[in-house]
């Protein structure tokens, strides 16, 4: 493979099954990271790891539930294990819909990134050579909504657990900063992944995400991932605490 942006990086992403997160994996693959794909669902992880590795990238792959400290301890050392250090971390694992319930939301979404958050920075800075950790959060984290559903927005606990994510961000950066260890947040508008396959199969919803949108359309995961590549690169190198909206405009209304 042609020497890439993340050449020499070791990677972990969470919840690198399917959407955003296969997206950021592969992309990290293709630009020369080492990928460690971990996700709940370890044979979908292993099916990216392998679409790395036919890809002439280098790969691994491991079952990580996120809402087990635990557990995000000992994918952080099977990346340090692997391949002797942790470059870049991905908070990648989210949940949200009717389906769960509040203490689920925030188990995934909120302890799972400072799970993420709190043991990738300690290694980094153990490490001594820097690093960057993104973080998922949501144009939801930075907004309120009214959807033809009714009150609520998309979920309480989906809205307070990205806002929480931001707020993360924010004071991890700026524990990091003295170690040269960049910690940002993405925030996703509507984006064609499985996580909003429940709000698609209604069309009223579908027509409300893509009119409401000024793109006029939804995202794909692939653009979010070139973000994160950015935030992960040393393209970013004077970048950290904040969190990038990429929404198609949606929260600008």
């Known amino acids: 493979m042609a020497e890439g942006r993340l050449e020499g990086k070791t990677a972990l992403v969470t919840g690198a099954g399917s959407g955003i997160g296969k997206a950021v994996s592969t992309v990290f693959g293709r630009e020369g990271a080492r990928v460690m794909a971990s996700d709940i669902n370890e044979e979908a992880a292993g099916a990216v790891a392998s679409q790395i590795e036919d890809a002439g990238g280098e790969a691994r792959s491991l079952r990580t539930d996120t809402t087990s400290e635990e557990d995000v301890q000992g994918a952080l050392q099977a990346v ?3 391949w002797g250090k942790v470059d870049i971390v991905v908070n990648n694992a989210g949940i949200g819909g009717p389906q769960y319930t509040w203490e689920q939301v925030i188990a995934v979404n909120e302890n799972g990134v400072y799970y993420g958050c709190l043991h990738g920075l300690a290694q980094m800075i153990k490490q001594g050579e820097g690093g960057a950790i993104v973080n998922l959060s949501s144009m939801m984290g930075v907004t309120g909504t009214t959807t033809p559903a009714g009150p609520g927005g998309v979920g309480y606990a989906y809205h ?28 996703p508008g509507w984006i064609d992944t499985p996580l909003i396959a429940l709000a698609k199969m209604s069309e009223e919803l579908t027509n409300w995400m893509v009119d409401g949108t000024p793109m006029g359309r ?11 590549l950015f935030l992960a690169s040393e393209d970013s190198s004077f970048v950290t605490a904040t969190h990038l909206v990429i929404d198609g405009g949606w929260t600008a209304r």
Request: aromatic share 2%.
């Open 160 to 187: 307070a657990s990205k806002a929480a994510v931001i707020g993360l961000t924010r004071q991890f950066g700026l524990d990091g900063a003295p170690h040269n260890v960049r910690v940002n947040a993405l925030c």
């Open 80 to 82: 340090v294990d692997a």
């Open 218 to 228: 939804l995202g794909g995961a692939d653009e979010i991932a070139k973000a994160a």
